[in-house]
Each structure stands twice: as C-alpha cells, then as structure tokens.
C-alpha cells in the first residue's frame, strides 16, 4: 500500500454527501397580522383584504389590503399632488439624497428582507441574500447618481418628468422589480402608484416602511395590494402619465389595448423563451454550470430564462451527461435554509401551469428527466426538470413555462443555431457559450434578442439595460436607457 493510499485509508470520509439543516433564523422579520395600503404617506385602513400565504408550508402569513377603485384612485390622488406641489420641482441633488437614503436603509435591514422574501415568495434564502437584495440596493445607489445629472445625460434636450407613474409588477422578483420600477421614476422627478403581485406583498410592504424611514414626502411613493383588477385600475385611471408594466405577454397585450389611444407613455417587459446555445468548442463544465443557473436560478420563474438549450451535435452526449449528473446534486426544499438551489413554486397556480406544460411535453413524445429528490409533504414543488428529444413545434418548446424545465435540442451550424434560436414570438435573452470571440459576435449581432450573455447567464447590473424585441415588450430599464421612459423632453415639443 503506497503512503497515500494509507492516507486515503484513514481520511474521515462521510459515508455520504448530505448536507445538515443550516436555517436562516425568521425571527428577525416581524409580520404584522394585517396591512393596510401605504399612501399619501400614512397607512390606509383596508376595506376588503385576501390572506398571503408562504408557497413552500401554504401557512397564511399576513391579511393585505386588495385595493378598490376609490382606493387606487386616493393613491392616485396623493401621487398627483405629491408630484405637483414639491417633488417635481425638487433640484436633482435633493431627490438624490433620498434615493441614496433608501438604498443605504435597505443594505441595514438586508437580512429582514431576504428572509421575508423567501417566506413569502419560496425563493432559496442564497438568492434572495445574495441577488435578489443587494442588486435592489445598486438599483437605488445607481439611480440617485443620476438624478442630478439629467441635464448631461441628455444634452440639449431639456428632460422633464412625465407625471404620475403606475406601476405593476409581479411575483418572481418582488422586491428587485420594485427597485427597477421606483429608482428611475423618482430620480427623474415622478412619483408612483406601485401594486406587488397578489401573492408576493410582504416585501413591498416593508419597503413603504423604508421609505417612510428615509423621510420621502408624503404621497411621492404609494403601495396598494391586490389582485390583477387592482393592477387594471391603476394603469387604467385617467390621472396616471406613465404605465411600467413587468409581467406575462397576455397581460401586456391586455394593458395596451386598455390604454391605447389616451396618451400615456408605456413600457412594457414580458415574457420570454430564451435560447441558450453551446457549441462544440465551449469549456463544457462551465456552460453546465451556465445552463444551471440560467434555468433553475430562482426555481425558473425568470422571464429571461435559458428555457431552451441549443447543443452543437457532436458535444451533445457528454454535455447531457454532465448535466444529469449536475442536476442529481441540486437540492430542493426549504427556501430558508441556506443549502438550498431549489425552492418552492410560487403558488399553486403557477404549479398547475407547470405541471400542464410537463405532461404535454411527455404527451407530444419528447423524453423526460427528473432526478431523484424528497419534496416535502406541504407547499408547492416542482422537481428539476429536462427533456430531450424536443421538436421545435412541441409546446415546452415554444411556450413560457416559467419553472424549473429545460427543453434540450440540438444543431450542427451556427446558421442552424441562429435560425432555431430566433424562431420565437419572443426577444428577451440569449446565451452563447463557445471561445471563439468572432463566433460570439457573429451570433450576438444575429440573434434577435434584448439582452445577450457569452460564456455566462443571468448576469445583472444596474448600469445594464434590460428589455425585450418583439412580444417580450418594449422600453430599457437599468442604465442610462431606464431614465427615458421616465422622460419627455422639450426638444420634442411635447413638453411643457
Ligand atoms: P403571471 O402570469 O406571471 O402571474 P401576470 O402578468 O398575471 O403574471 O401578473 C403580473 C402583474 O400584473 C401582477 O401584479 C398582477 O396582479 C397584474 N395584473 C394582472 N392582470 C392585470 C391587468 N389586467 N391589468 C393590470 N395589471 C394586471
């Protein structure tokens, strides 16, 4: 026996690889048994509420507010006069300082919101810690950096704000989303109307306390919960200048026939049906490691998830291989405990979507994969989950099934790559994974796509714009690009 095989002998090797319970503390977030709609600055008493639940036990949290029409139309109310008598007329400097105070009070209480994101959302603890809240807080600093500098960022236009921004947003990102939404239309002199998504209130709600912290006059933020009518109702009221809608393609359409023709400047981010495309050359461990984060970050509910996986031919075995035997190591379970890559399907509904969408898969001959996994015996969850031997005209091929599926297909050329890969309703994202710089280019100039990753995925930055072709929408957030939609400019002549 050589001197290592001895050592090897002796090492204490665990008969196994299972990971101990590591539980983030949920104490430190207090939940109110009932909350009421945020505006003008006070807490508005509620006159009809609904129950929100954690996806991942189905226990209630909370009681929220579901906002009726006279509701929205006080928050309306009192984003009108905020906007009139102060906010817009505010120097830059001013709106900065307290967008740099929300950014600075969200990194205090990171850990109550990341927790209370993952109670309410199913999230894994690891995300909402490390992406979900921090790139909110960037999103806040980036913004009021700008704020004082509108006049550079577009010389000679003269930019001003538009008014009062309705905004609906929905549930995978709550707290992110609302960042995306309130930074930029503060920093550019708007104030808001914001409604969360029906089943992911809480972490707005403890934003409306951070931004009663940082001392934002009264009425420059608003919050009212409620469902999809809610939401109709504030994009629809005749007082509100701006709608920034994120959310499905269906609602989108929806919205904008609702407000086409009265004038009021819309964005729109939706959904997606991304291509993630390997080539033969592509160091393949890391593309795994990519195509993992790019379909099951945040359990799939991404609108720019890597949903369809492109594989040159001749690396599609052992790509397949390595990516089953990656996906055997994801563990699924309990969004608080800090080991956890997989946490709970958002709602019960989004669930039923899923499991729809997997059974036509299944039905329309494509080849299922699911590793072998304990879920719990409550909540929502959705194994990981790929197919291969997927047809383009397949629904999991065309379809956003906004879960933690992969539909794997294959190519031999770049052209095939890219005519595959284009052939979509949508243009949110792509991915390209290869060495050669000249190929990168070749195909990032070609695919019809908002936002395109080389060699890594679901990368975000606050300076990067974000936002779609096609029917996954139109207008940028993040960058320079997400001041505009805020924006009219006297150049134009249609301020004034
Ligand atoms: P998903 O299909 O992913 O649940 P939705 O597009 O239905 O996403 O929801 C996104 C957001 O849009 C949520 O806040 C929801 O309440 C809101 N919403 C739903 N229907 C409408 C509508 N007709 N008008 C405005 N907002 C709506």
Same mark, same amino acid.
């Given at each position: 026996?050589?001197?290592?095989?001895?050592?090897?002998?002796?090492?204490?090797?665990?008969?196994?690889?299972?990971?101990?319970?590591?539980?983030?503390?949920?104490?430190?977030?207090?939940?109110?048994?009932?909350?009421?709609?945020?505006?003008?600055?006070?807490?508005?008493?509620?006159?009809?509420?609904?129950?929100?639940?954690?996806?991942?036990?189905?226990? %209630? &949290?909370?009681?929220? +507010? !579901?906002?009726? *029409?006279?509701?929205?139309?006080?928050?309306? #109310? $009192?984003?009108?006069? @905020?906007?009139?008598?102060?906010?817009?007329?505010?120097?830059?400097?001013?709106?900065?300082?307290?967008?740099?105070?929300?950014?600075?009070?969200?990194?205090?209480?990171?850990?109550?919101?990341?927790?209370?994101?993952?109670?309410?959302?199913?999230?894994?603890?690891?995300?909402?810690?490390?992406?979900?809240?921090?790139?909110?807080?960037?999103?806040?600093?980036?913004?009021?950096?700008?704020?004082?500098?509108?006049?550079?960022?577009?010389?000679?236009?003269?930019?001003? %704000? &538009?008014?009062?921004? +309705? !905004?609906?947003? *929905?549930?995978?990102?709550?707290?992110?989303? #609302? $960042?995306?939404?309130? @930074?930029?239309?503060?920093?550019?002199?708007?104030?808001?109307?914001?409604?969360?998504?029906?089943?992911?209130?809480?972490?707005?709600?403890?934003?409306?306390?951070?931004?009663?912290?940082?001392?934002?006059?009264?009425?420059?933020?608003?919050?009212?919960?409620?469902?999809?009518?809610?939401?109709?109702?504030?994009?629809?009221?005749?007082?509100?200048?701006?709608?920034?809608?994120?959310?499905?393609?269906?609602?989108?359409?929806?919205?904008?026939?609702?407000?086409?023709?009265?004038?009021?400047?819309?964005?729109?981010?939706?959904?997606?049906?991304?291509?993630?495309?390997?080539?033969?050359?592509?160091?393949?461990?890391?593309?795994?490691?990519?195509?993992?984060?790019?379909?099951?970050?945040?359990?799939?509910?991404?609108?720019?998830?890597?949903?369809?996986?492109?594989?040159?031919?001749?690396?599609?075995?052992?790509?397949?291989?390595?990516?089953?035997?990656?996906?055997?190591?994801?563990?699924?379970?309990?969004?608080?405990?800090?080991?956890?890559?997989?946490?709970?399907?958002?709602?019960?509904?989004?669930?039923?979507?899923?499991?729809?969408?997997?059974?036509?898969?299944?039905?329309?001959?494509?080849?299922?994969?699911?590793?072998?996994?304990?879920?719990?015996?409550?909540?929502?969850?959705?194994?990981?989950?790929?197919?291969?031997?997927?047809?383009?005209?397949?629904?999991?091929?065309?379809?956003?099934?906004?879960?933690?599926?992969?539909?794997?297909?294959?190519?031999?050329?770049?052209?095939?790559?890219?005519?595959?890969?284009?052939?979509?309703?949508?243009?949110?994202?792509?991915?390209?994974?290869?060495?050669?710089?000249?190929?990168?280019?070749?195909?990032?100039?070609?695919?019809?796509?908002?936002?395109?990753?080389?060699?890594?995925?679901?990368?975000?930055?606050?300076?990067?714009?974000?936002?779609?072709?096609?029917?996954?929408?139109?207008?940028?957030?993040?960058?320079?690009?997400?001041?505009?939609?805020?924006?009219?400019?006297?150049?134009?002549?249609?301020?004034?």
């Amino acid at each position: 026996m050589t001197e290592l095989e001895r050592k090897q002998d002796r090492a204490p090797v665990p008969a196994d690889w299972t990971y101990a319970p590591a539980p983030e503390a949920r104490d430190i977030v207090t939940i109110e048994e009932r909350y009421g709609h945020y505006v003008g600055g006070e807490w508005l008493e509620p006159t009809e509420t609904y129950t929100t639940l954690s996806p991942a036990t189905e226990e %209630p &949290l909370a009681e929220v +507010g !579901q906002a009726t *029409p006279a509701e929205v139309g006080a928050a309306v #109310a $009192a984003a009108r006069d @905020a906007y009139e008598n102060g906010w817009s007329s505010l120097p830059g400097s001013e709106r900065a300082k307290y967008l740099f105070r929300i950014a600075r009070v969200l990194q205090e209480r990171s850990r109550e919101f990341a927790v209370l994101e993952s109670l309410n959302g199913g999230k894994p603890i690891k995300e909402s810690r490390d992406v979900d809240v921090p790139l909110a807080a960037a999103h806040f600093f980036y913004y009021a950096g700008w704020a004082d500098k509108l006049d550079y960022a577009f010389p000679g236009r003269l930019p001003r %704000p &538009l008014g009062v921004a +309705g !905004q609906v947003i *929905p549930w995978n990102f709550p707290l992110l989303m #609302a $960042a995306w939404k309130l @930074a930029p239309a503060l920093a550019t002199g708007n104030t808001v109307v914001l409604k969360p998504a029906e089943t992911t209130p809480l972490t707005a709600l403890l934003l409306a306390e951070v931004i009663r912290e940082a001392d934002l006059p009264p009425g420059v933020v608003n919050i009212l919960t409620g469902a999809g009518e809610t939401g109709a109702n504030v994009v629809t009221h005749e007082a509100v200048d701006k709608v920034a809608f994120t959310g499905s393609t269906e609602v989108g359409k929806v919205i904008q026939r609702a407000v086409a023709g009265t004038g009021k400047h819309v964005t729109l981010e939706l959904g997606g049906k991304a291509a993630n495309i390997v080539f033969e050359d592509a160091a393949l461990d890391q593309a795994v490691e990519g195509i993992v984060n790019g379909i099951y970050f945040n359990q799939g509910h991404v609108c720019c998830a890597g949903s369809r996986l492109f594989v040159q031919e001749s690396v599609f075995e052992p790509l397949l291989e390595r990516l089953k035997d990656r996906l055997g190591t994801l563990r699924v379970g309990d969004p608080l405990d800090k080991n956890t890559d997989i946490g709970a399907i958002n709602s019960k509904q989004q669930l039923r979507k899923i499991e729809e969408l997997v059974e036509s898969g299944v039905e329309e001959g494509a080849e299922i994969y699911q590793p072998a996994c304990d879920l719990p015996d409550r909540g929502y969850w959705f194994r990981p989950t790929l197919f291969t031997g997927v047809g383009q005209s397949h629904r999991i091929a065309r379809e956003e099934i906004f879960g933690p599926v992969l539909s794997v297909l294959t190519f031999r050329t770049p052209e095939e790559a890219l005519e595959k890969a284009n052939n979509t309703p949508y243009g949110l994202s792509a991915g390209v994974w290869t060495e050669k710089g000249s190929r990168i280019l070749w195909m990032t100039s070609r695919l019809r796509a908002g936002v395109i990753w080389a060699n890594t995925y679901n990368r975000f930055d606050p300076s990067s714009p974000f936002g779609g072709y096609k029917e996954s929408g139109f207008g940028r957030e993040g960058g320079l690009h997400g001041l505009e939609p805020y924006l009219e400019f006297e150049e134009d002549g249609r301020a004034g």
